[in-house]
């Protein structure tokens, strides 16, 4: 099933994630019941969410950050004020608690890495000025999921240990990775299957010190890619990529499955949460366009290609989210998914048609200028 909508949806160029979440719904409890959780569903879904954030830890690139780090800063904190703003706003007007507005926001505020990197190369946009600031805008935002997540882990322990706890662990795992630097680039140079057990064991072992010491093993498979990008992220990303497409896609499939579209929901809340996911995003885009580039042409660009969410708002509703919090966040990543793919596709189109007008409207009030 889940190969066919990989092909369905590599043939209309809309990304997988939502159809691998429909597939869900329809076969589980609130479809055809055919499919339901399980320890083993769950298992696998752990598996894609631990490589999905290792992977994101070996993406954290952060002297992106440090070679801009006015334009970083300025269109990220737009980004950040402006989303999880009206996010979180609107969460909490509509009847959420202030934790379920909090990670409501959050959803809210994290586009999908994944569809926003595919979607820039496969409509050929990574040269275009606006794709550069779109890449500083999601390095900010895994930075910020990274303080999300250790805010949400850190909400009902002791303070004090549960970060000292962090940092031996964060210890271990960069001296590690900086003394072990010689012995993880021989790994990594052989040919046969050495360094593809070795990254599973890595990934595997990382998250289970962690459950060991009482941390979340997702802020430490997170510093565990961040100190192997120091060697060789892309040897990593290699070894590591097959067990990360298979395992996510049963995360997204099995997170369907736990979701009940058919009892318990209010669409109205639903609609609104949707729809102010799209439309700000448009603000924000519009403000970082003024800001970085002086445009707001530039700013519908990145609002065209950056209101997809996707896997690490599913993430956050996996990890922390009630039934509630869960089926209104994936219906939001449904809609915006889609729509977000169509807009990023034709941005060009929107942007022509805006400037033709605009020069039509100028030509009306200033009819010698066009001479």
Known sequence: ????????????????????????????KAGLGIVHSDEVSR????????FLLFFMGLELKLERIIANPSKVLTGGLIGLTVDMGIGFTAAYLLGFTLMESFIVGAAFYITSTAIIITSLIENRKL?????????WVTVFEDIVLIIILAVLSASDQNLFLFFVKIALAL???????????EFLVSILERDDEIPILFTF????????FALFLGIPETLMVIALGAAFAT?????????????????????????GVSIDFASGVNWFVVAVICILAI???LISGMLIGLAIHGSAISGLEIWANMISRGEFSIALAVLYGSPVIATTIAAMVIVTS?????????????RRGIVNRSRKKALMYHPHSGK
Not at 3 to 28: D, N, Q
Not at 171 to 181: A, E, P, Q
């Open 127 to 135: 040269m275009m000025k606006e794709a550069e600031t779109i890449i």
């Open 171 to 181: 210890g271990i795992i960069y001296t590690l990775s900086l003394y072990g630097k």
């Open 231 to 255: 060697t060789d992220p892309d040897a990593f990303e290699q070894h590591a990529r097959p067990f990360r497409d298979v395992f996510l896609v049963m995360f997204f499939v099995f997170f």
């Open 1 to 28: 099933v889940c190969l066919v909508l990989a092909l369905i949806s590599k043939y209309l160029s809309i990304p997988a994630i939502p159809f691998y979440i429909i597939a869900g719904v329809v076969l589980g």
């Open 338 to 350: 889609i729509i977000g793919s169509f807009t990023a596709k034709y941005s060009t189109w929107l």
């Open 201 to 208: 064991a890595a990934v595997l072992t990382t998250a289970s």
């Open 279 to 281: 439309l700000s995003k």
């Open 43 to 50: 298992f696998f879904s752990d598996m894609g969410l631990i």
